[in-house]
């Protein structure tokens, strides 16, 4: 059972080029999110999607966009990377959306150069 | 003040020994509440919810305080094996959904 899973594992970008994140979840969840986790920082929620077709902003979605066309997969993307988006990026699935679980995926270690 | 704050740590603690990590939220409405451990460079794992009534998951037990919105997590007989970050997060049941803490490091030293 994969659970959630991410790619790539490690990227580099120069200032201004785009990149899109994979996470795909095998749990049927409803519920996917997108964090970023700064060095020494609690997750920052970025956006989330309580299914397919549905997303809404989190607290820092500037500079990104996601979209959600089926319940597996949950893409994120970076249009024209700064170096403020250096960080971690998890995402996470839930099967509901206030007293359960969340699954994180191995993250994605992202620099902007 | 910040949504969910904790224990700014780190924590260093000989094998054995008992440590209590604190967590404080803020929001009121605050539906439910639980601990992650994170190891170094990992993802976030749930290590246990949190009810009103306590709960005790072998060493570990956590506590909560709705009242003085509170949140503890104790470890009795502190193994190298606990060595990690542990996130205090809450749930609002609004939008912004699950509020992670910044994270209390602790290290058990040998």
């Known amino acids: 059972n994969a659970g959630v899973t991410q790619t790539p594992k490690f990227r580099i970008l120069k200032i201004g080029q785009s990149m899109t994140l994979q996470c795909t979840q095998d749990?049927?969840?409803?519920?996917m999110y997108w964090y970023r986790q700064d060095p020494g920082m609690g997750l920052k929620l970025i956006y989330y999607?309580?299914?397919?077709?549905?997303?809404d902003k989190g607290e820092v979605p500037n500079g990104y966009n996601v979209s959600r066309s089926t319940t597996e997969d949950f893409p994120l993307r970076l249009e024209l990377a700064a170096p403020s988006q250096t960080s971690v990026y998890f995402c996470?699935?839930?099967?509901?959306?206030?007293?359960?679980?969340?699954?994180f995926g191995p993250g994605t270690r992202l620099t902007v150069l | 003040r910040k949504e969910v704050e904790q224990d700014p740590g780190p924590f260093n603690v000989p094998e054995g020994a008992t440590v209590a990590f604190n967590c404080t939220y803020s929001?009121?409405?605050?539906?439910?509440f639980f601990w992650y451990r994170q190891d170094c460079r990992k993802e976030p794992k749930l290590l246990m919810s949190?009810?009103?009534s306590g709960n005790e998951d072998g060493r570990f037990t956590a506590q909560l305080n709705r009242a003085s919105q509170y949140i503890s997590l104790l470890i009795r007989d502190s193994k190298l094996s606990d060595s990690a970050t542990y996130l205090c997060?809450?749930?609002?049941?609004?939008?912004?959904?699950?509020?992670f803490g910044p994270g209390t490091r602790l290290s058990v030293l040998p």
């Open positions: 996470a699935s839930s099967e509901t959306i206030i007293t359960d679980t969340q699954y």
């Open positions: 749990m049927n969840h409803n519920y």
């Open positions: 999607s309580v299914g397919a077709g549905i997303t």
């Open positions: 929001n009121s409405a605050s539906q439910s």
């Open positions: 949190v009810y009103s």
């Open positions: 997060v809450v749930n609002t049941g609004y939008g912004q959904n699950f509020v």
